[in-house]
Each structure stands twice: as structure tokens, then as C-alpha cells.
């Protein structure tokens, strides 16, 4: 089992930023990749940020890339997702996921263990 907790999220004017941390524990595997997704109210979660856990590799959504870096720090099994530059439509519940395989991807199906998720709110 792994298990996933979210945090960093709050209430930010546009323009602002915010880091989100998602941090591990249970098993954890060298071959892992860990993926940021949100999901803004009536829409489907779509995917953000990827990061393998050993490799540093890193894959991004088109729209975010450059935006929402998104990094790890292994000795304390955790993972970011720096969020710059936010807008009105960055508005949604974060979630961060686990993949038991290295290979990045961004179908939400694609993970096996997901976090519950942390609010951000941009204001206007």
C-alpha cells in the first residue's frame, strides 16, 4: 500500500502562485511514477505533471509546461508542483497518484494509488 497526502492548496489571487506537495509513505518503489491531476467542478480530472520517482524525468500537459514545474525530493518522499502565473481557470482540486511502473502517463486509469486531493481557489 502507499499512501498519498496532498497539501499546499488555499485561496490565491490571479497572478499568484502556490507549491503543492504530495508526500509518500507505505511501500514505496524505486520503479514508480507519480503524476499531479486536477478536476475543476462538472469537468473531468485531467492531467497536469508527471515525475518518475528515481529517473527525474518529467512530462508535462501542453497547456501547463513552462507554468507548473514539477520536482521531487527523495529523501523525504515527496513530490511538487510549483504553480506560477495562476489563473482563474487553474481553479479545481488537486490530486496527486502513484504508478507502479516507470513509464509516464497521463490517464488518470493508468494509476494505482491516488491522494485525496487539495483545493485551490483563484480569485479575480
Known amino acids: 500500500q502507499v499512501q498519498l497526502v496532498e497539501s499546499g492548496g488555499g485561496l490565491v489571487q490571479a497572478g499568484g502562485s502556490l507549491r503543492l506537495s504530495c508526500a509518500a509513505s507505505?511501500?514505496?518503489?524505486?520503479?514508480?511514477?507519480v503524476g499531479w491531476f486536477r478536476q475543476a467542478p462538472g469537468k473531468e480530472r485531467e492531467f497536469v505533471a508527471g515525475i518518475s520517482w528515481s529517473g527525474g524525468e518529467t512530462y508535462y500537459a501542453q497547456s501547463m509546461k513552462g507554468r507548473f514545474p514539477i520536482s521531487r525530493d527523495n529523501a523525504k518522499n515527496t513530490v511538487y508542483l510549483q504553480m506560477n502565473d495562476l489563473n482563474l481557470e487553474d481553479t479545481g482540486v488537486y490530486y496527486c497518484?502513484?504508478?507502479?511502473?516507470?513509464?509516464?502517463?497521463?490517464?488518470?486509469?493508468?494509476?494505482?494509488?491516488w491522494g485525496r486531493g487539495t483545493q485551490v481557489t483563484v480569485s479575480s
Open positions: 497518484a502513484v504508478r507502479l511502473r516507470p513509464i509516464l502517463t497521463s490517464f488518470p486509469r493508468e494509476y494505482d494509488y
Open positions: 507505505g511501500r514505496t518503489f524505486s520503479s514508480t511514477g
